[in-house]
């Protein structure tokens, strides 16, 4: 069960982008994620007739790596860590580390 998932709301910890936040739009493999708005870059992209594509320059969110990025507790205002908890049902959720809190999502 991976800490960080899809439509997580994230702040970034290290890096060019650091302090950063955004929401998590892919994982990419196992241990990278996307975040919007955090390492765009700029690419030229070549006009495709046969699809209908105009060329020109697209601005594209690439992957980090997951350790560069922690989860925002909106109750704080800060990044927090992550930990799991097993309810009585047998359900196993995420918590927020610093108040015991159960993460909606």
Known sequence: MNKIRKDDEVIVIAGSDK????RVTARVGAD???VEGVHT???NVRPNPMKGEAGGVVSRDLAIHQ???AIYNPATGKADRIGF????????V????SSGEQIKG
Request: proline letters at 0%.
């Open 19 to 22: 302090g950063r936040r955004g």
């Open 67 to 69: 350790s560069n990025v």
């Open 94 to 97: 995420r918590v927020f580390k």
């Open 85 to 92: 908890r097993i309810l009585d049902g047998g359900a196993k």
């Open 41 to 43: 870059v700029r690419k």
């Open 32 to 34: 990278h994620v996307v």
